[in-house]
């Protein structure tokens, strides 16, 4: 909806997560009209919840669980009257396939499952010199047992006091409500989807801001060497990334067990270490104390659909196939215009006094151009998305005749055998058991969920030319096809991690596939690079063009300009500071507390 000059009081450029809270926020808590303006036929974004019809099941191609202490994502699952449903896969690593060698995940910290001068590094082929384990914290001087629990341990030792006082009292605090042992030493408790979605207490809340603020500050100290080169004995933890600091704390070898141990690559990499120990630190809650993950009836991409159909029940308008290709300010008048192509094509604009970029800021330097704003600020903003970088990502998914994961010797007891994961160091990094297609006989896998190198691995396999596995046609686009070649390595991939577990190779080969890389479409994700102020400069990508004689008008949010990545709630907590600061908007009812840090 528009006034009688056709000017609309917000324009937001992206319908995914973050455009969709925008957009709902803006309509429920403001009386500005609203047109949201979305590049894709869909609403969802990195979100997608894709019902393969081949299959007869849903596949998450992008996002697909979250946890309780997602306090954004609880909070607007409640307030949509959405229903929450258990996410059975996240919730067990059955097993680690690392250097051609697997080890069941329960039998890391079993007493007696690895010779005692060895642990498990050793059990897994990896070579740690004894230095190396004495000068660890938190680890004897000839073992290690739980590659996790290990890093974890070290990384808190750093920490200044006040942060780790905030990591205890998150820990007491979920295990207070939840009945789970505080030290971590047995599963956390089953909860209903009701108890899931009220977990967060404004108590537990603060605490989870204390520590994302104290690590804000947090430093590491250098020894005296180091301190003549950077002239100080003690460097921010923002200045380092991961590959470095384990690097120099524990030698190539440990850093390569962390790495294979893991699923992602970039973050063993390349990431900001004060992001890293944000996530470590906060993923460690899920072990430890929080219990399950989480999904939705219908799949995670109803959430934002939700946001989008209750904001258009108040006048907000929906666009898609709308891709942006230029945003200028008129001097005179401060209005905007967005110079937009739809989906023939063809040129079109749409004025608005304030713009939402939540689409990648890295768009900026791909061809959308800004005119008439500030030249000083615009160099700022260029600058500070110098501070981002892209990561690819992508899934492929198998299905086979029958689940023959479930044949495997070395499920711990108690689980359900059809649901789990496996992390390994070959391409496909991580292996998540899906359980049965909807005719209640077939098996689903993703075969492979990976992002930096190992991502490029698999986007090598699609070409115009290649053959495609069968699993489209039915109705699924071929553009979601996985070549045959894709589907042969990660099947001989699949193969290799589990020969010793079967007894043998896999009974039979996949009957179907489909393949998503987020590289067709942008990354799947941004990270900072190490060195970035991140709470700094995310404020100021949060509002550009602030700080000058009059704000200009165009603000963004959404995953490029979240302090963290990886998850929805991420996206939101950028988009609500973003409101908040911009917009000058209340804290959202759903947050405990009505805080957000």
Excluded at 88 to 93: C, G, N, V
Excluded at 196 to 219: D, K, N, Q
């Amino acid at each position: 909806m528009t006034d009688d000059s056709g000017v609309v009081d917000v324009a937001i450029v992206g319908a995914g997560a973050s455009g969709a809270y925008c957009a709902y926020r803006l309509t429920g808590d403001t009386p500005l009209t609203v047109a949201v303006f979305e590049r894709e036929a869909r609403v969802g974004g990195r979100l997608w919840s894709y019902r393969w019809p081949e299959a007869d099941a849903l596949v998450e191609l992008g996002g697909e669980a979250f946890s309780p202490i997602h306090a954004h994502v609880a909070g607007l699952v409640r307030t949509l009257g959405l229903t929450a449903v258990p996410h059975r896969e996240f919730a067990t690593l059955n097993r680690l396939h690392l250097r051609d060698r697997l080890v069941a995940v329960a039998d890391l910290t079993r007493p007696g499952a690895f010779p005692a001068a060895a642990g498990a590094a050793a059990a897994l082929r990896y070579f740690v010199p004894p230095d190396y384990l004495a000068a660890a914290a938190g680890a004897s001087a000839d073992r290690i047992d739980d590659p996790s629990a290990f890093l974890g341990n070290h990384i808190l030792a750093w920490l200044p006091a006040d942060v780790q006082r905030a990591f205890g009292d998150l820990i007491g605090g979920y295990a207070a409500r939840t009945g789970a042992p505080p030290d971590g030493a047995g599963p956390p408790p089953v909860l209903t989807a009701d108890q899931a979605l009220t977990l967060m207490t404004p108590e537990i809340y603060a605490a989870l801001g204390r520590l994302i603020a104290g690590l804000e500050r947090a430093s590491i100290a250098v020894g005296a060497t180091s301190a003549r080169i950077l002239g100080s004995t003690s460097v921010p933890l923002r200045d380092f990334n991961f590959w470095s600091v384990v690097v120099r704390d524990f030698g190539q070898e440990l850093y390569e067990l962390f790495r294979g141990a893991g699923y992602d690559n970039t973050s063993a990499l390349y990431f900001n270490m004060q992001e890293l120990v944000e996530n470590l630190l906060i993923g460690a809650l899920f072990g430890m104390a929080t219990p399950g993950f989480w999904s939705l009836e219908g799949g995670f991409d109803t959430l934002p659909k939700a946001m989008v159909r209750a904001a258009q029940a108040r006048g907000a308008t929906l666009q898609t196939g709308m891709t942006l290709t230029g945003i200028a300010r008129d001097a005179a008048t401060g209005v905007l215009t967005l110079s937009l192509a739809d989906a023939a094509g063809k040129a079109v604009q749409r004025q608005a006094r304030r713009v939402v970029m939540t689409a990648p800021v890295t768009a900026f330097d791909e061809g959308v151009a800004l005119d008439g704003f500030d030249p000083a600020l615009a160099a700022r903003f260029a600058r500070n998305r110098r501070g981002l970088f892209a990561v690819p990502a992508g899934k492929l998914f198998l299905v086979y005749p029958e689940p023959w994961w479930q044949r495997m010797s070395d499920l711990p007891a108690g689980s359900d055998p059809l649901y789990g994961y496996a992390n390994t160091d070959l391409p496909s990094r991580a292996v998540y058991y899906k359980g049965l297609c909807g005719d209640g006989r077939r098996g689903l896998v993703t075969g492979a969920q990976t992002d930096g190198i190992n991502a490029d691995f698999w986007a090598s396999f699609v070409r115009p030319d290649m053959p495609l596995c069968p699993g489209t046609g039915g109705g699924t686009p071929a553009d979601l096809g996985a070549p045959r070649l894709m589907v042969d390595a990660c099947h001989r991939i699949l193969g290799r991690m589990h020969a010793e577990g079967l007894g043998g190779p896999i009974p039979d080969t996949p009957v179907l596939a489909l393949y998503h890389g987020w590289d067709r479409s942008g990354a799947g994700w941004s990270a900072w690079h190490s060195g970035v102020d991140i709470h700094a400069v995310a404020a100021e990508l949060r509002r550009p063009f602030a700080g000058g004689a009059a704000d200009q008008g165009l603000y963004c949010c959404g995953d490029s300009v979240a302090e963290r990545h990886g998850w929805v709630e991420d996206v939101l907590e950028s988009a609500e500071a973003m409101l908040r600061e911009g917009f000058g908007l209340a804290p959202a009812a759903w947050l405990p507390g009505g805080e957000s840090f």
